[in-house]
């Protein structure tokens, strides 16, 4: 479905809104739970690495863990240094919601994973049959807009994007969009996620992290995105996340 027919959540559907610190407070907070927020992230992508060997890899240990497939630490140490690119983005001012930052922390987080990391695949020479990509969501395989759909699509997403009012509306709305619109190789839900971390922390939010343990509630959300053409229920769920996180 194209961009401009996508259901996005509105300002009433997303409330209330979370608790609110100053930026520098919450990427100090976003640091220090670093190895947790990568785990969180790697968990969801299916990456067998424990909590502790994810910390041990932050922490810089000499040997890869035990038995670890080395694509599974690649992607864990990717995600690490992603956050710190996200986090220094914020605090010196030069983050922003757009296709230059997507592309930024998608060529770290899909460096050992997608074709062209950081190319999307509207401006792609690799994509030359022009179709759109093919996810699979639960058993359910849906294709995605074509290289001319998303060459459109894609300034029109940042657009609807900005016309939004609250921070937290807009990230959320943005975690979901961008999910769905697929522009890059590999890893969109992941640079989606992290473009409505980096709106959240630059507004004094902090960072939405699923638990490991709401990992069947999440890739829901996710088939529910893809089945309804509907941000909504992703949203929800990001939202819901973040509320039971702050304790409110």
């Given at each position: 479905?194209p961009?401009d027919?996508?259901?996005?959540?509105?300002?009433?559907?997303l409330?209330p809104?979370?608790?609110?610190?100053t930026?520098e407070?919450?990427?100090?907070l976003?640091?220090?739970?670093?190895?947790?927020i990568v785990?969180?992230?790697?968990?969801?992508?299916?990456n067998p690495?424990?909590?502790?060997?994810?910390?041990a890899?932050l922490?810089?240990?000499r040997?890869?863990?035990?038995a670890?497939d080395?694509?599974?630490?690649?992607?864990?140490?990717?995600?690490a240094?992603?956050?710190a690119v996200?986090?220094?983005?914020?605090?010196?001012?030069?983050?922003g919601?757009d296709?230059?930052q997507?592309e930024?922390?998608?060529?770290?987080l899909?460096?050992?994973?997608?074709l062209l990391?950081?190319?999307r695949r509207?401006?792609?020479a690799?994509n030359?049959d022009?179709a759109?990509?093919t996810?699979s969501?639960?058993?359910d395989l849906f294709?995605?807009?074509?290289k001319q759909?998303l060459?459109?699509?894609?300034?029109l997403l940042?657009?609807?994007?900005a016309?939004?009012?609250?921070?937290?509306?807009?990230?959320?709305?943005l975690?979901?969009?961008g999910a769905?619109l697929?522009?890059?190789?590999?890893g969109?839900?992941?640079t989606?996620r992290f473009?409505a971390?980096?709106e959240l922390?630059?507004?004094g939010?902090?960072?939405?992290v699923?638990p490991p343990?709401?990992?069947?509630?999440?890739?829901?959300?996710?088939?529910?995105?893809?089945r309804?053409?509907?941000?909504?229920?992703?949203?929800r769920?990001?939202?819901?996340?973040a509320?039971?996180?702050a304790?409110?």
């Open positions: 479905m961009l027919r996508l259901v996005f959540a509105s300002e009433d559907e409330r809104t979370l608790p609110r610190r930026p407070l919450a990427c100090a976003y640091a220090a739970a670093r190895a947790g785990h969180s992230y790697a968990h969801l992508e299916g690495l424990t909590p502790a060997q994810v910390g890899l922490a810089g240990a040997e890869e863990p035990p670890a080395p694509h599974d630490v690649s992607q864990a140490l990717d995600l240094e992603a956050s996200l986090e220094e983005r914020v605090l010196t001012g030069g983050f919601l296709v230059a997507a930024e922390l998608n060529g770290i899909a460096r050992h994973e997608a990391p950081g190319v509207s401006a792609s690799a030359t022009g759109g990509a996810v969501v639960q058993g294709l995605g807009l074509s759909e060459a459109a699509s894609e300034p940042f657009s609807r994007i016309q939004l009012r609250r921070p937290v509306v807009r990230a959320l709305n975690a979901a969009a769905y697929q522009m890059f190789w590999d969109n839900k992941r989606s473009l971390d980096g922390l630059a507004h939010f902090d960072s939405i699923v343990e709401r990992k069947q509630d999440y890739h829901d959300a996710v088939a529910a995105l893809f309804s053409h509907d941000v909504g229920p992703y949203a769920f990001l939202l819901e996340v509320r039971r996180a304790g409110s």
